[in-house]
């Protein structure tokens, strides 16, 4: 079925462990989105990419890192996770800025950093 | 940063009931979005508005974009328990940042 996948569904890391959130779209989107949601808090940008090769910062950057060597791939990093980093992270594409169509979500990787 | 409040933060009703969400914000946005999100899963688009007074229906969904492009409201009629679930706003600023800022989520419960 065409749509957002994110892989894993689940992990749960130490503190000071690194990671990677794979997030794949077989839509052909040139947007792609990583959020983290939290509890009161709704959704939150991270990063963004507005085509292959581009990355651009959102809302919530810090202690996350991207990239999208592959239109269809968008990758987040982890470098040093802390327990403030806890949530449920959620990937989206959209054609366009999504102004009209809106954005495709993935089903989520929940985090626990312990 | 564009905020987006949403009210109620709960609801819960009897299944029948009709019920109304809202969406503010002190800033304009090029359109406004609904979506609804349930359990372990992600936010799935309901809607789009862009112009200032728009009505949309689906179904029993009724959505509408203020006049002044600052708020929305979401109207359920004769709620069913299948309309359990996160609903979230959402919009796209006019200014050059297009990116979508969401509000906090009205989460609804629909009883049998």
């Known amino acids: 079925n065409a749509g957002v996948t994110q892989t894993p569904k689940f992990r749960v890391l130490k503190t000071g462990q690194s990671m990677t959130l794979l997030c794949a779209q077989d839509?052909?989107?040139?947007?792609m989105y990583w959020y983290r949601q939290d509890p009161g808090m709704g959704l939150r940008l991270i990063h963004y990419?507005?085509?292959?090769?581009?990355?651009a910062k959102g809302e919530v950057p810090d202690g996350y890192n991207v990239s999208r060597l592959k239109k269809q791939n968008f990758l987040l990093g982890l470098e040093s996770a802390a327990p403030s980093q806890t949530s449920v992270y959620f990937c989206?594409?959209?054609?366009?800025?999504?102004?009209?169509?809106?954005?495709?979500f993935g089903s989520g990787t929940r985090l626990t950093v312990v | 940063t564009q905020l987006l409040e949403q009210s109620p933060q709960f609801l819960s009703i009897q299944e029948g009931e009709n019920l109304t969400v809202y969406c503010n914000s002190s800033?304009?946005?090029?359109?406004l979005q609904w979506y609804r999100q349930e359990p372990g899963e992600g936010p799935v688009l309901l809607v789009t508005?862009?112009?200032?007074?728009e009505v949309k229906k689906l179904k029993r969904l009724t959505f509408q974009f203020g006049d002044a492009r600052k708020d929305s409201s979401l109207h359920i009629t004769a709620a069913q328990p299948g309309d359990t679930g996160l609903y979230l706003c959402?919009?796209?600023?006019?200014?050059?940042?297009?990116?979508?800022?969401f509000g906090s989520g009205t989460q609804l419960t629909v009883l049998p």
């Open positions: 839509m052909n989107h040139e947007y």
């Open positions: 508005v862009v112009t200032g007074g």
């Open positions: 959402a919009g796209i600023s006019s200014g050059s940042a297009r990116q979508l800022t």
């Open positions: 800033s304009v946005f090029s359109s």
């Open positions: 989206a594409s959209s054609y366009g800025d999504g102004r009209l169509y809106g954005y495709t």
């Open positions: 990419s507005v085509g292959e090769g581009t990355t």
